[in-house]
């Protein structure tokens, strides 16, 4: 049974351009949640999507935005890139909304320049 | 807002030694609580989580943790650390009853383990 899947691993990007992290939720799951996580620091909620809808979003500005698919599968775009977008970016999925059963994936590293 | 403080940025410990890892969180009621491990380069993996009852929890990898109300406090132990627990460790809560909220995380606490 695969687990939480995230693509890609790794990439760099420039001041101002966009970029696109996909995730694939763990078997069985519908729910899936972003979090961005700077270095040192503890992951931050960005937002929740449950039945191809956000339903909660934490502070992001709206140059964050995400889509999910009929799979359950789920996008997380970041539009005109600045310096501080540099995290590691994880993916949780859960079954349903309740927020006791997340299982987060391995995460994709974006580098601003 | 609920938060959640992880005093320490940094933990050394010998191999076999005793660990415990503090953390504290902000609400008005017993939120559900989690402690999650993330070892370099990795996503996070769940040790172990509370939500009522019993207040000493059993996790995997041999750790467990006390839920003090009191206290505010849900810290984590391991009474043997191995090597390998070397890594970076987080307290999460969620808020009781409310259904569709998501985890807010402690800025966590980075552990060494050395021979």
């Known amino acids: 049974d695969a687990g939480v899947t995230q693509s890609p691993t790794h990439l760099i990007k420039t001041r101002g351009q966009q970029v696109t992290l996909r995730c694939s939720p763990k078997?069985?799951?519908?729910?899936v949640s972003w979090y961005q996580q700077a270095l040192g620091q503890g992951p931050q909620f960005i937002f929740q999507?449950?039945?191809?809808?956000?339903?909660q979003r934490g502070n992001f500005p709206d140059r964050f935005s995400g889509h999910q698919f009929p799979n359950y599968s789920s996008e997380l775009n970041v539009n005109a890139l600045l310096l501080g977008d540099s995290a590691l970016y994880l993916c949780?999925?859960?079954?349903?909304?309740?927020?006791?059963?997340?299982?987060f994936g391995p995460g994709t590293r974006l580098t601003v320049t | 807002a609920q938060s959640v403080t992880q005093p320490d940025i940094h933990i050394t410990v010998s191999e076999g030694a005793s660990l415990e890892l503090r953390c504290n969180y902000s609400y008005g009621a017993t939120p559900y609580l989690f402690w999650y491990v993330q070892s370099p380069g990795q996503g996070l993996q769940l040790l172990l989580k509370y939500f009522s009852g019993d207040t000493l929890v059993q996790g995997i990898k041999g750790f467990e943790a006390e839920f003090k109300r009191s206290q505010s406090s849900f810290n984590l132990r391991k009474p043997s650390v191995h090597w390998s627990d070397a890594a970076e460790y987080f307290c999460a809560v969620a808020p009781f009853n409310s259904g569709n909220t998501p985890l807010v995380f402690g800025k966590g606490t980075r552990l060494s383990v050395i021979a």
């Open positions: 078997s069985g799951h519908d729910t």
């Open positions: 949780a999925s859960s079954p349903g909304l309740a927020p006791y059963e997340q299982y």
């Open positions: 999507y449950y039945e191809e809808e956000e339903r």
